[in-house]
T-cell receptor, first 112, second 119 residues
């Protein structure tokens, strides 16, 4: 079962930063925070993941609060192609059998 | 990233027939693959975990005799929807982790999905 809560939808102006929040108040010490996104009628795409330190890659930045009960995905300069549903998932990092359970996600619309 | 391919991308079938969907890891080996189902405007729902060389593990409420999963090799898993009915119409998505690097990276790679329409 999904252990995260996200806003249902958000809008962001093109070129501005998109900040997508996620609450995971019951996260365990060995669980990582993963972010995926799904563009309409496609399979989910991996964005980023982290444990407790902030992470950054070519797609986005992940800010995790010190108590690890929430996190924020930041798309620094949103484009129209970033319009998608963004999913925040928590799960243990290691172990080949650990499943990903998706919550409802946040539908991000980037507005021209 | 690693590539996971599904076939067919879309399929239309008559009620009562069976449909097979293939999921292949193209450039890596996957000891474990996962099958999801997604209805319109809903999130992905995990159906089962497919383990190479052994029986799949199904999530609660998913009929194992209805959704047959076979994972005969490290690069191929198949999902067969048996005696399909209109309510089985959905978007089916598979995912896999590279068993060499996956334990260290943790990420899953997803296929493009297969859209099934049962008339």
């Amino acid at each position: 079962d999904a252990k995260t809560t996200q806003p249902t939808s958000m809008d962001c102006a093109e070129g501005r930063a998109a900040n997508l929040p996620c609450n995971h108040s019951t996260i365990s010490g060995n669980e990582y925070v993963y972010w995926y996104r799904q563009i309409h009628s496609q399979g989910p795409q991996y964005i980023i993941h982290g444990l407790k330190n902030n992470e950054t890659n070519e797609m986005a930045s992940l800010i995790i609060t010190e108590d690890r009960k929430s996190s924020t995905l930041i798309l620094p300069h949103a484009t129209l192609r970033d319009t998608a549903v963004y999913y925040c998932i928590v799960r243990p990092h290691l172990g080949t059998g650990n499943q990903f359970y998706f919550g409802t996600g946040t539908s991000l619309t980037v507005i021209p | 990233g690693a590539v996971v391919s599904q076939h067919p991308s879309w399929v239309i079938c008559k009620s009562g027939t069976s449909v097979k969907i293939e999921c292949r890891s193209l450039d890596f080996q996957a000891t474990t693959m996962f099958w999801y189902r997604q209805f319109p405007k809903q999130s992905l729902m995990l159906m089962a975990t497919s383990n190479e060389g052994s029986k799949a593990t199904y999530e609660q409420g998913v009929e194992k005799d209805k959704f047959l999963i076979n994972h005969a090799s490290l690069t191929l898993s198949t999902l067969t929807v048996t005696s399909a009915h209109p309510e089985d119409s959905s978007f089916y998505i598979c995912s896999a982790r590279d068993y060499r690097t996956g334990p260290n990276t943790g990420e899953l790679f997803f296929g493009e999905g297969s859209r099934l329409t049962v008339l």
